[in-house]
């Protein structure tokens, strides 16, 4: 039996095991952006780098690589059994999206300018992804209510390529360690237009 999904708009026939994967794809990019943040707090890097301009990023790269895989043992036993349920697995990844926003928000006080650099560019592209989870999931109900018509919605194809740019975002900002979009610019800008009497 085949399962049909849209992504990037198209109609995908796609059996469970491809599926799992397919949706798992930014899980394996932050295990991997953990590894190579890892590898720049090794000894070399520390000596010509600031020991927080180093380990803030890989902090943030472990938050990032548990909140993305603690979900999943969940979403393995979703898709590979008869479970279907409206609220899963969108309501699951909304609540670990605000989760972590909240953890990041609250418990990380970064001090480099790299740390806040990759803090901001997570907070950011968290919120996006929380909001397209938050508008998917109200979609599913309206339909699964019948209030709103099954069938091809735009906003499918704008939830694809939002939740997949934001999860890209994010791994790059790790990467590059760069203020590539200029959001860090734009919030210092803001923050000095806010501060002044």
């Not at 109900?141 to 091809?152: I, S, V």
């Not at 760069?178 to 009497?197: E, T």
């Amino acid at each position: 039996m085949t399962d049909i999904q849209y992504i990037f708009g198209e109609l995908l026939h796609l059996n469970p095991i491809a599926r799992f994967l397919f949706g798992h794809i930014a899980t394996f990019l932050f295990f991997m952006v953990l590894l190579i943040n890892f590898g720049r707090t090794s000894v070399n890097n520390i000596n010509r780098l600031n020991k927080e301009q180093t380990y803030e990023p890989l902090t943030l790269s472990l938050v990032m690589f548990i909140s993305y895989s603690i979900l999943l043992p969940v979403e393995y036993s979703y898709w590979f059994s008869e479970l279907r349920s409206v609220y899963l697995p969108n309501s699951l990844y909304l609540a670990l999206d605000l989760l972590t926003i909240v953890f990041i928000h609250r418990f990380f006080k970064p001090k480099s300018e790299t740390g806040k650099l990759c803090c901001l560019y997570l907070l950011v592209a968290l919120s996006v992804n929380s909001l397209l989870f938050l508008l998917l999931q109200m979609d599913f109900l309206l339909t699964y209510h019948r209030l709103k018509e099954e069938g091809y919605w735009w906003f499918w194809t704008v939830f694809s390529y939002g939740i997949n740019g934001s999860d890209l975002i994010m791994v790059l900002v790790f990467v590059l360690q760069k203020d590539f979009l200029g959001w860090y610019k734009l919030s210092k800008k803001v923050k000095g237009a806010y501060s002044r009497p």
